[in-house]
């Protein structure tokens, strides 16, 4: 149980168009879900903590007009990349809190972002 | 804010040895939570072993357990026998009352064959 599934595992687009990650919980409602970033070798870096139907809470320095964030039902998070440009390229991450799990935080496998 | 730090980029063991990972943290909140996570190549974050701080019992998760000590805010994980399978890298991790995560910046273990 607490799978999270993200898709796609990988995706390269040109700069100045935007990328739409998705984020699932296959068998479990997440009510808050969480983005992260994270740059090889180092740590991961929260972006935002994403709610069922409200808006996201960005940490400080994440443009939020940048990296769009939609959690339109319990089981679904979605974080779109706008104008992407190659300092965007990285690795993103989501997890989700499972009910059943207490405080911890399953994650997806991953998404690896290359903006040329 | 909390804190969390990991003291050792990188650690090697022996298959079948023995290996600890350090992690101390900083809080002034009584309730909180520890976790252990793996991210090996595939840089799929697995779950490890958590612990809740109210538990004084150290949590054990077959061949992987903690020693939790509250009032040195300590948390090192201790991974017997070790296997190939374990080279990873390990983040410690806390979670406080807010539900904010704070991560280290990971131990990078090899395990040699």
């Known amino acids: 149980g607490a799978v999270v599934s993200q898709h796609p595992s990988w995706v390269i687009c040109k700069s100045g168009t935007s990328v739409k990650i998705e984020c699932r919980s296959l068998?479990?409602?997440?009510?808050?879900m969480f983005w992260y970033r994270q740059f090889p070798k180092q740590s991961l870096m929260l972006m935002a903590t994403?709610?069922?139907?409200?808006?996201?809470?960005?940490e400080q320095g994440v443009e939020k007009d940048k990296f769009l964030i939609n959690h339109a039902s319990l089981t679904l998070s979605t974080l779109t990349v706008t104008s992407a440009h190659p300092e965007d390229s990285s690795f993103y991450i989501c997890?989700?809190?499972?009910?059943?799990?207490?405080?911890?935080?399953?994650f997806g496998p991953g998404t690896r972002l290359l903006v040329l | 804010a909390q804190t969390v730090t990991q003291s050792q980029p990188e650690m090697s063991v022996q298959e079948a040895e023995t290996v600890t990972l350090s992690c101390t943290y900083d809080?002034?909140?009584?309730?909180?939570?520890l976790f252990w996570y793996k991210q090996p190549p595939s840089r799929q974050m697995i779950l490890v072993i958590r612990?809740?701080?109210?538990?004084?019992q150290n949590a054990t998760e077959n061949r992987f357990s903690v020693n939790f000590q509250k009032a040195a805010k300590s948390f090192s994980l201790k991974i017997s026998d070790s296997q190939l399978g374990d080279t990873a890298m390990y983040f410690c991790?806390?979670?406080?009352?807010?539900?904010?995560?704070?991560f280290g910046t990971g131990t990078s273990l090899t395990v040699i064959p």
């Open positions: 612990q809740e701080a109210y538990k004084q």
């Open positions: 994403s709610n069922e139907g409200s808006k996201a809470t960005y």
């Open positions: 068998d479990f409602q997440a009510t808050t």
């Open positions: 997890s989700a809190r499972s009910p059943a799990g207490g405080q911890t935080q399953y």
């Open positions: 991790a806390l979670e406080d009352t807010g539900n904010q995560f704070y």
């Open positions: 809080t002034s909140e009584s309730n909180y939570y």
